[in-house]
Nanobody
């Protein structure tokens, strides 16, 4: 079975940092593009960042450019999201997703999803 398990969420003050991880199993990690999405209560799921299969290309939502960094570790079959300069509006459940095709900002392009991890940024 394919599994994606997020970790690293929590409560942080505005301006602080968190690193999320997404450990994958049941898939060939290097053959998948990976993405991070987030969803706040009452809002649509929103694209955050994506990385290509070989890690050479990354793509970020305008709202997180310069603050968040997506990366992957093929040896650990894990993708990360380093989040710096966090803002209260970053508060959401963060989901990782795997895409066997091209990296994308569209949720519908992804084949597998984790269950999410809560990130709360306080003022």
């Amino acid at each position: 079975q394919v599994q994606l398990v997020e970790a690293g969420g929590g409560l942080v003050q505005a301006g602080g940092s968190l690193t999320l991880s997404c450990a994958t199993s049941g898939l060939t990690f290097a053959s998948y593009a990976m993405g991070w999405f987030r969803q706040a209560p009452g809002k649509e799921r929103e694209f955050v960042a994506a990385i290509s299969t070989n890690g050479a290309n990354t793509y970020y939502a305008d709202s997180v450019k310069g603050r968040f960094t997506i990366s992957g570790d093929n040896a650990k079959n894990t993708v990360y999201l380093q989040m710096n300069s966090l803002k209260p509006e970053d508060t959401a459940v963060y989901y990782c997703a795997a895409n066997r095709g091209y990296y994308s900002s569209y949720a519908a392009a992804y084949d597998y999803w984790g269950r999410g991890t809560q990130v709360t940024v306080s003022s």
